[in-house]
């Protein structure tokens, strides 16, 4: 890997393009990923937020599902935002009986943890890998973080209101997710600490 990783991002289903815009301002080469050979070229992946029950079926209509396991469980950084949370973690509440994931992260996710759509909200959240500023985060249907493993570290919590104390940012080793949409405020502080994961793990 070069100093100028090449970083994909899932293009099945989801805000991808936001994901590309945030990691080309890091100053990083992007690739879209819908195919087993297009995942072989990458360096790390980025699995987006949308719809985590589509996104699992069209992974293994395409033949991913278990690509994407394998290189991840090799050691490939991933990072997960809202939906992407979802596929990778170890465990679903809330999801259908026969949802699958990705994995890589030893938690588990419940799907649509803050409500529906009209239950969507933005928050400031203290995230210190981030720095000290505070992170703007925006929340759409999104899920929460119900159980960590030994191995996992908090990275952020929800502070205030009905949800408070909720965890909403994980790492575990090489694979980083969060509960927000990062890639929708113009504040590329979670990629740039993504891309900074990729470059260390090279």
């Not at 991002?9 to 989801?14: H, I, P, R, Y």
């Not at 991840?72 to 990072?79: D, I, K, S």
């Not at 949802?99 to 203290?126: K, Y």
């Not at 899920?143 to 502070?159: F, M, S």
């Amino acid at each position: 890997m070069s100093d100028t990783p090449v970083i994909g991002v899932l293009a099945l289903q989801g805000d991808f393009r936001e994901h590309e815009h945030a990691l080309l301002a890091c100053g990083v080469t992007t690739a879209r990923v819908r195919s087993v050979d297009e995942l072989a070229a990458v360096d790390a992946l980025v699995i987006p937020g949308g719809e985590s029950t589509t996104m699992s079926n069209l992974a293994l209509r395409w033949g991913l599902m278990q690509p994407l396991r394998d290189r991840v469980a090799a050691g490939m950084p991933a990072y997960g935002s809202c939906a992407g949370m979802i596929m990778l973690a170890d465990t679903i509440e809330g999801g259908r009986p026969d949802q699958e994931t990705i994995g890589g992260l030893n938690v588990t996710v419940r799907r649509n943890a803050f409500g529906r759509q009209v239950d969507s909200f933005e928050s400031d959240l203290h995230i210190p890998a981030l720095g000290q500023d505070p992170f703007h985060a925006v929340f759409i249907r999104a899920p929460w973080v119900e159980r960590v493993g030994e191995d996992v570290t908090v990275l952020g919590r929800v502070e205030g209101g009905a949800a408070d104390g909720r965890i909403v940012a994980v790492q575990q080793g090489h694979v980083l997710a969060t509960s927000f949409h990062p890639e929708l405020t113009g504040d590329v502080r979670v990629h740039r600490y993504f891309v900074e994961m990729v470059r260390e793990k090279a």
